[in-house]
Every structure is written in structure tokens, then in C-alpha cells.
């Protein structure tokens, strides 16, 4: 760590999120969905893919298949007519398919509410399962993808081995009043300001309290860092 770093406890974690917070106060997917399917089927395509790219992919084939009745009517190759723009497309289709045909027989076309039940459907991991109980049913979950993995040691926020060792202690140190809304803001702030390559320092509304050794400094004053 830089000399001169803070050292990261609840007071400023929470300004963290506080921060976060003011600047968006109601953060959400950049996912296109109006129902929990469709929500299902786009995390589902997302993976290792665009947002953009999804989104253009699901606005077609929402517009002739949008259930799980719809979609097996399609069929898995025409499933793939409509997604083939996705990377990995073939093996997405496959399990799309599949995990339609469990949602019709064992939960008459619904997503179901419970972890276990998503993280057995064909395509759906954690994450995933994850993302489906925030945003589509309200569940204070934190969904951990690559953004938020490097988020999170980067800056000293969570840090973890892998991405469930970060999921387990985020959900220890996040404020509970922040935990519906953290993995939005987090994926968020790692997508546009702390990327992968080049992080954006000078953009940054938590450089001051971040514990990055290679950041840039904060080019306009802050209010100090809570101790």
C-alpha cells in the first residue's frame, strides 16, 4: 500500500456508498427486460458479452419469443437466429433451451424465487442467481462478475480470492442499507471509472478513500476521509 493510504473501516465504507449513492440514487441493469424471464434469458447471454450487444440481440428476439413457450417454439436453431451475434452463442441457445423446458414443467413457466431452484436451471451459475434475486425479486444480494472482483481489491473495499471470497465479505462490510443497491453501483463504477487498464483517477468520487498504490491523486478538494 501507497504511504499516506487510508486504511479501510465501516466509516469509510460508507461514505463510499454514501458517495455512490448521491451521485445515482436509483442504479440499475443496463440489461433491457420487463419480466423476470425476460431478465433470465439476458444475464443468461451476458456472459462473457456486451450489455450493448445483448441488449440488441434480446430486443429481436423479444419481440417474437419472450417465454419459455415462445422460445421452445422457436426451437434451439431458431433460438440461434436471433442470438448468433453473441459469443458463445451455440452452447447459450443449448442451455437456454433446456432450462425453458424445466421452467415449463416444474414451474408452470415462472422463474422461481429460490437460489437453488435458478443455480439448477442449465447456464445459470451464482452470479447469475445473483442478479436474477436483486434486481428481478428485491433480494439484498451482491452479485461478484470481473468488475466488481477488481473493484473490490483494488481499491480495499473486499478484498478476496476469488469471487466468492469477495461476494462473502462484501455482504460482511457493505452497509445492509446499501446491500439492494451495491452491486449496481459497483459494477457501474468499475465499467466506466475504475477499468481494468487505464483507471480513471481524475473522474473518481471515491479516489480519496480508495487504497489503490498506483492511483492517481483527487484533482479537486474532499471533505477528508472519515476515521
Known sequence: MASGAVTMNAAIRHEIFLRLQRANPHPTTELLWST?????????????????GVNKATQRLFAVANTPTAILNLGE???????????????????????????EE???????????????????GRKTANVILNTAFGEPTI??????????????????????????HLLRVVPRIFHQDAHHWLI???????????????DCLIVDLCEYPDKMPPTTPTKGTPT
Open 36 to 52: 423476470p424471464f425476460e431478465l433470465l434469458v439476458a444475464v443468461v447471454l451476458a456472459a462473457q458479452a456486451t450489455d450493448v
Open 77 to 103: 436453431e431458431g433460438l440461434k437466429s436471433h442470438i448468433a451475434t453473441i459469443g458463445l452463442y451455440n452452447n447459450k441457445a443449448h442451455n437456454l433451451i433446456k432450462t425453458c423446458q424445466i421452467l
Open 106 to 124: 416444474k414451474y408452470q413457466g415462472a422463474v422461481p424465487q429460490e437460489r437453488t431452484a435458478l443455480e439448477a436451471l442449465p447456464g445459470v
Open 143 to 168: 452479485a461478484v462478475d470481473t468488475h466488481i472482483f477488481r473493484l473490490a481489491n483494488r481499491t480495499g473495499l473486499a478484498p478476496g480470492k476469488d469471487v466468492r471470497a469477495v461476494e462473502d
Open 188 to 202: 457501474l463504477h468499475g465499467r466506466y471509472v475504475c477499468t481494468a487498464r487505464k483507471p480513471r483517477c481524475g
